[in-house]
T-cell receptor, first 111, second 113 residues
Framework: KAGVTQTPRYLIKTRGQQVTLSCSPISGHRSVSWYQQTPGQGLQFLFEYFSETQRNKGNFPGRFSGRQFSNSRSEMNVSTLELGDSALYLCASSLNRNTIYFGEGSWLTVV | QQQVKQSPQSLIVQKGGISIINCAYE??????FPWYQQFPGKGPALLIA?????SEKKEGRFTISFNKSAKQFSLHIMDSQPGDSATYFC????????????FGTGTRLQVFP
C-alpha cells in the first residue's frame, strides 16, 4: 500500500513569490492535515480537510491556504513568501486519529 | 492551555539502557496521546499511543506510562539500541471531529554503542 506522497520534495523560492505544495493521501483516507516543522517552533498544525471541507485551522496568517479535491488529494499554497516561511511542510492522511500517517515532507527554502 | 510540554530536549543513552522522555499537559479535555518517532529527512511515524483511561501500554520495547491526576505521560524505551536514535515527539488530540495533533517540542535521542 503506497504511503502519503508529497511533491515537490525540495524547492527554493524567492521572497514575495508564492508556492504550491501537493499531497496524495493513502488510498481510502479522506482526511488530510498539513503541518509546518521548523527548528524554532517545532511541529505546528496548519489546517485539516475532510471530504473537500476545511474542518480545522491553525494560527497561521491568511497567506497560508489549502484545499482538498474530490479524490482526497490536497494542496497548500503560501503567497507572498517570507524568509520565515522556510520550513519542512508535512502532510498527514488518516482514516481516524488512530491511523495518522505522515509523508516525508516538502522542504521549502525562501531566499 | 493547548500546549504539551516535553522534556528533556536531548538525551544520550548507552546501548542497552533505558530512555525516558516525559510530557505534561494542562487541558484535561485531551483524550488521545500518541508518540511519534522521526528520523532525519523523514516524516514522523506513529510509535505507540494511549488513552487517558489506561495507565500503561506496552508494545515491544516501548512503553507509555500515563498519570491522569498529574497530567503527565512518558515514553520508556527499554534496551535502547543505536537504531532508536531519532527525535521523539509526544502529542495530544482533543475529542470531536478532528485529527489535529498538538505536538510537544521533541526530544533528540542518541544511543551510543
Amino acid at each position: 500500500k503506497a504511503g502519503v506522497t508529497q511533491t515537490p520534495r525540495y524547492l527554493i523560492k524567492t521572497r514575495g513569490q508564492q508556492v504550491t505544495l501537493s499531497c496524495s493521501p493513502i488510498s481510502g483516507h479522506r482526511s488530510v492535515s498539513w503541518y509546518q516543522q521548523t527548528p524554532g517552533q517545532g511541529l505546528q498544525f496548519l489546517f485539516e480537510y475532510f471530504s473537500e471541507t476545511q474542518r480545522n485551522k491553525g494560527n497561521f496568517p491568511g497567506r497560508f491556504s489549502g484545499r482538498q479535491f474530490s479524490n482526497s488529494r490536497s494542496e497548500m499554497n503560501v503567497s507572498t513568501l517570507e524568509l520565515g516561511d522556510s520550513a519542512l511542510y508535512l502532510c498527514a492522511s488518516s482514516l481516524n486519529r488512530n491511523t495518522i500517517y505522515f509523508g516525508e515532507g516538502s522542504w521549502l527554502t525562501v531566499v | 492551555q493547548q500546549q504539551v510540554k516535553q522534556s528533556p530536549q536531548s538525551l544520550i543513552v548507552q546501548k542497552g539502557g533505558i530512555s525516558i522522555i516525559n510530557c505534561a499537559y494542562e487541558n484535561t479535555a485531551f483524550d488521545y496521546f500518541p508518540w511519534y518517532q522521526q528520523f532525519p529527512g523523514k516524516g514522523p511515524a506513529l510509535l505507540i499511543a494511549i488513552r487517558p483511561d489506561v495507565s500503561e501500554k506496552k508494545e515491544g520495547r516501548f512503553t507509555i506510562s500515563f498519570n491522569k491526576s498529574a497530567k503527565q505521560f512518558s515514553l520508556h524505551i527499554m534496551d535502547s539500541q543505536p537504531g532508536d536514535s531519532a527525535t521523539y515527539f509526544c502529542a495530544a488530540t482533543l475529542p470531536g471531529n478532528t485529527d489535529k495533533l498538538i505536538f510537544g517540542t521533541g526530544t533528540r535521542l542518541q544511543v551510543f554503542p
